[in-house]
């Protein structure tokens, strides 16, 4: 495939509406450990149960330029840092900009004057449960530090502090979330080739979690990071007008397809007892609704939902409710098998009648059996977007989204998968028309 000359040019904020409402902490958090005794930069101790002492803020920041600091200011009413552009973070950071929210907190884009460069901060909102989360992804993410070198797509953290009662962590800095490239290129599906590179590292750093007996259990487009921000523009024709005065004829393609894995603050280490509620509805796999128990094949699920969601523009599940979730499961993939319904707790056996999905019999309403019904079968889906390895890519995804989890490929096996084993023929692929040049790296 040949792309016509395109200018580089980086992505920019566009105020357009989500196209379906995300949740990041619509689950019931696990309990969680307690963290004291800290030092800057360094988790020395914890404990099972307490709280983070008081006088931890006045600690931190013991002995850091004063007079640099800006006037103090109260939180908002939901426990944000409160702060003016331009304002320093401790005597060391400078704030440049606001990249993000969400209900944890908020991302700036920081100047390290130690380091001289840019950096991401996370601003953990100013209350105990997202403190003590906050402690708890502290310490993930150092233990994937000591062992990663470099190599496995998770973000590194830089440092960590506690300021005026908020934890802040400091990453390296990135470039948007898959999320937001989708968002801000219309919905419009990413090239194969992108897509065989996305998920061949994001199952490496998955593979990676997993030997280090961690389950990252809310992986989706918004946890993954572009590394830069630079994106070619390419032809269109599936959804253009076939004319170059047609702003739709162009849609964006990342000019690097080099991905970090953020958001280990809902990472746990596997234990017998996972029962509770994990994941972003639209990724979560079905174990988790009927509640058989969880384990890493959850992180499997999610990966596959990830991948179809790369190739076609949009969530696979796109639904709020449990029932219809599973009827979209069962469109999608197939029925469930009876031995799985057999085993559902207590509280999802509503959703099960004579040995079979209640469906559409417990339908909550006509648009629901609709959104249903709209959905095409997987290999379907698949070969509307993809021209060209479609059938292994399709292979690949009947076996990361297997109803047993049991049945459902490990990371590792997956790593080796005929349509990912490409990837090491193609790591450089260079795609040149005019000046343009897209990397696979």
Request: hydrophobic residues 35%.
């Amino acid at each position: 495939m040949e792309f016509e000359h395109v200018t580089v040019i980086p992505i920019t904020h566009l105020d357009r509406p989500r196209k379906r409402a995300r949740f990041g902490w619509d689950v019931p958090q696990a309990q969680v450990g307690i963290f004291c005794g800290q030092e800057v930069g360094n988790v020395a101790s914890y404990a099972s149960s307490g709280a983070i002492s008081d006088h931890t803020s006045s600690l931190f920041v013991k002995g850091v330029a004063r007079n640099g600091s800006p006037p103090w200011r109260e939180d908002d009413k939901d426990g944000h840092y409160m702060f003016a552009l331009g304002d320093n973070l401790t005597s060391r950071y400078k704030i440049h900009s606001k990249v993000g929210e969400g209900t944890f907190g908020q991302v700036l884009e920081c100047w390290d004057r130690e380091r001289k460069e840019m950096v991401a901060i996370k601003i953990v909102r100013g209350i105990k449960k997202y403190r003590e989360a906050a402690m708890i992804e502290i310490e993930v993410l150092q233990h994937l530090g000591k062992h990663d070198k470099g190599s496995n797509r998770c973000v590194q953290i830089r440092n960590w502090f506690d300021y005026r009662n908020h934890i802040c962590i400091v990453f390296e800095k990135l470039g948007p979330s898959l999320y937001d490239f989708l968002r801000k290129n219309n919905y419009r599906s990413f090239p194969i080739d992108l897509v065989r590179e996305i998920g061949r590292q994001l199952l490496e750093c998955v593979a990676f979690m997993h030997d280090l007996r961690m389950i990252h259990t809310d992986l989706k487009p918004e946890n993954i990071l572009l590394v830069s921000s630079d994106y070619v523009k390419v032809p269109d024709y599936k959804n253009s007008s076939h004319s170059p005065k047609d702003i739709s004829y162009y849609k964006r393609v990342p000019k690097s397809s080099a991905i970090k894995v953020i958001d280990f603050g809902s990472t746990t280490y596997e234990r017998q007892d996972q029962n509770y509620i994990v994941s972003t509805r639209h990724y979560r796999a079905p174990e988790v609704i009927l509640g058989l128990g969880w384990s890493y094949p959850c992180d499997i699920w999610s990966v596959g939902c990830i991948l179809v969601e790369l190739c076609t523009g949009e969530a696979l599940f796109q639904t709020h409710e449990n029932l219809e979730h599973l009827a979209m499961m069962e469109r999608v993939l197939g029925p469930i098998p009876q031995h799985i319904l057999k085993r559902v707790d207590r509280h999802a056996g509503k959703y099960v009648r004579r040995g079979r999905l209640d469906w559409p019999e417990g339908a909550a309403s006509r648009e629901s059996m609709k959104a249903v019904l709209k959905l095409p079968r997987l290999q379907n889906l698949v070969m509307q977007h993809v021209d060209q390895s479609a059938g292994d890519l399709i292979h690949l995804l009947q076996g990361l989204l297997r109803y047993d989890p049991l049945d459902r490929l490990t990371a590792r096996e997956a790593l080796r998968h005929p349509f990912l084993a490409k990837v090491q023929h193609r790591r450089h692929l260079c795609i040149i028309s005019g000046t343009a040049a897209v990397r696979l790296a």
